[in-house]
């Protein structure tokens, strides 16, 4: 299954982000920056207007000046969600691999058609401890809010660690 346009632009950025921010691996708060840049819809998406928005890109501006210094070095594995076989994707952190593999998931339960950016979006919002969310809840957006499934039901979260299951 191809990626649209905007996700395979994310993607691109979120790899040119972490390179100058010194990251070993592609975050899941690389991928939601990017993804907010390349993707009018996800921007869209977002509850509570520009003002949220603008708020959103700030925190994550401020990664590689404050408030993500503390991820530094430290490879983002939230253990929320279950892991990927030993060795993961190289480049990756394993809860950006596991978003990437559940936004093509969503994609396939929709249909025929690329990976969307809000496919990644929704994706990046199931796991509660990964960074994307983080940034999210901080910047005030429900990020639980934003688990939708395509058609009937939602994506919920699993608090057993097990990953999401349609409801």
Same mark, same amino acid.
């Given at each position: &299954?191809?990626?649209?346009?905007?996700? !395979?632009? !994310?993607?691109?950025? #979120? $790899?040119?982000?972490?390179? $100058?921010?010194?990251?070993?691996?592609?975050?899941?708060?690389?991928? @939601?920056?990017?993804?907010?840049?390349?993707?009018?819809?996800?921007?869209? !998406?977002?509850?509570?207007?520009?003002?949220?928005?603008?708020?959103? @890109?700030?925190? =994550?501006?401020?990664?590689?000046? +404050?408030? +993500?210094?503390?991820?530094?070095?430290?490879?983002?594995?939230?253990?929320? =969600?279950?892991?990927?076989?030993?060795?993961?994707?190289?480049?990756?952190?394993?809860?950006? #691999?596991?978003? &990437?593999?559940? #936004?093509?998931? $969503?994609? !396939?339960?929709?249909?025929?058609?690329?990976?969307? +950016?809000?496919? @990644? =979006?929704?994706?990046?919002? @199931?796991?509660?401890? *990964?960074?994307?969310?983080?940034?999210?809840?901080?910047?005030?957006?429900? #990020?639980?809010?934003? *688990?939708?499934?395509?058609?009937?039901?939602?994506?919920?979260?699993?608090?057993?660690?097990?990953?999401?299951?349609?409801?």
């Amino acid at each position: &299954m191809p990626l649209s346009t905007e996700v !395979a632009a !994310a993607v691109a950025g #979120a $790899r040119r982000r972490a390179l $100058r921010d010194g990251d070993r691996q592609i975050d899941t708060a690389h991928l @939601l920056h990017s993804l907010l840049e390349a993707d009018p819809e996800t921007r869209l !998406a977002l509850p509570g207007g520009p003002d949220r928005l603008v708020r959103l @890109l700030g925190y =994550l501006v401020q990664r590689s000046i +404050g408030y +993500g210094l503390r991820w530094r070095g430290r490879v983002e594995d939230s253990r929320a =969600l279950p892991l990927l076989p030993e060795g993961g994707v190289p480049g990756w952190s394993p809860a950006a #691999a596991i978003a &990437m593999g559940e #936004a093509y998931a $969503r994609a !396939a339960v929709r249909g025929p058609g690329p990976v969307e +950016g809000l496919d @990644l =979006l929704h994706a990046l919002a @199931l796991d509660p401890r *990964c960074r994307a969310v983080e940034v999210l809840e901080r910047s005030g957006i429900d #990020a639980e809010g934003l *688990c939708v499934r395509p058609g009937a039901g939602r994506w919920v979260r699993s608090h057993a660690g097990d990953g999401p299951v349609g409801a």
